[in-house]
DNA sequence: AATTCATTTTAACAAATGATAATGGAACTC
DNA sequence: GAGTTCCATTATCATTTGTTAAAATGAATT
């Protein structure tokens, strides 16, 4: 499959858009390769990119006073990155984004993109799809939080990537569920 | 301070329209009060209303498993409510939102506000804008659990809420914090 | 196949948090 | 103002979770 094939592929499982104003996103798309660990979006840098994701996983984290990563999100293949404007504040990234295997990522320029966004009604649309998906991924994982235990959050985690723990590192899952890695190893067992 | 004027500066807190259009939102909405502990909103329920706090404050909260109220949003005077949208899967509520005093709001159909969106580019920004901040407001959330301890998020909550402890139940501030009362009541002895 | 390296699991212990119930204090009622 | 009610605080104890380090596992390399 060529990449602007899958480009397309992923816009329209988000919202259904005619090929012509397709065709405008992914001509001015980039073809990127990161390697396996880099950060290619850090925290307090200036980055002015929207991101698909082609191939591989990367996540987004923070890292908290004890210098610990914290992952937020996880972005399979196939998946958007977090918009540029709900990671960005004042310019600067508020999060970092981790490559978490070799990747292959589609790019285009932010203000590009909200050019393309103020002209074609369609591609604004998508847009605002993509937005109101980030946030409704967001309420789904605040309410998650609030009323599944670890054990629960683990379970549901695999139901939605279930190759991640035999991918990444496990503190970096532990992280995102809230404990150490010896609590997720304990998990692991009771749950096996 | 007339109900109308109260209505038009929480919008233009918001984001800046001309006097014609918000005359278009205020003319649509109706003034509700709800008695403190009243749930207006509730999990499972239908509403397909817009909230906006003119007296008192509120909270949105789901039920975990133990049948214990998590906390996950407050919501005080001059604010709005989570939109409609970001609240509500296949038409029903995901959350239910209590009244934590006695409350003077100002409510409009969902779909009467959907149709004034449509019809009006400064509505539709102002919508979009609440939106953007919706989604703004759960990131920092989301960083804050990440990057804070419990006590740190009770210091954070204190500057954004100051007067909350004061009048709502510890047990609601606790579970918001993601803890128990009888912790928060020694982070409060700890930190006086 | 042996070695090395990275990572997960396990173990032992310490610390933090939770559960339960008793105590204390403030507001309200009669 | 005594009694009642509702909460927050405190105390005690149990449980969970975290910390640290050692052991086991497994993949990669020579």
């Known amino acids: 499959m060529t990449d602007q094939i899958k480009i397309e592929e992923i816009i329209n499982s988000i919202y259904q858009v005619s090929s012509a104003s397709r065709a405008k996103i992914t001509s001015a798309m980039e073809i990127e390769f990161f390697e396996m660990g880099f950060d290619f979006i850090s925290v307090n840098k200036k980055n002015i990119k929207e991101y698909f994701v082609l191939e591989g996983i990367c996540g987004s984290y923070i890292t908290n006073p004890d210098g ?23 310019g600067f990234s508020l999060i970092t984004i981790k490559a978490l295997t070799n990747m292959k990522i589609g790019s285009i320029n932010a203000e590009v993109f909200e050019k393309l966004m103020v002209e074609d009604l369609e591609i604004r ?7 109101r998906n980030e946030l409704k991924k967001k309420v789904e994982k605040e309410i998650g939080f609030a009323s599944l235990s670890a054990k ?9 990537l ?10 970096y899952i ?13 998990l692991r067992k009771e749950i096996r």
Chains 1, 2 share one sequence.
Do not use: C, M, W
Not at 125 to 131: I, P, Q, R
Not at 152 to 160: F, W
Not at 174 to 186: F, H, M, P, Q
């Open 125 to 131: 649309e998508f847009a605002n799809t993509v937005l």
């Open 162 to 171: 279930p190759y991640l723990e035999n991918i990444i590192p496990h503190p």
């Open 68 to 90: 610990d990563k914290v992952f937020i999100s996880f972005f399979p293949e196939k998946s958007i990155l977090s918009p540029f404007t709900t990671r960005t504040s004042k």
């Open 174 to 186: 532990a992280s995102y569920l809230g404990i150490t890695n010896v609590s997720l190893s304990r």
């Open 152 to 160: 629960e959050r683990l379970i549901k985690l695999r139901q939605e």
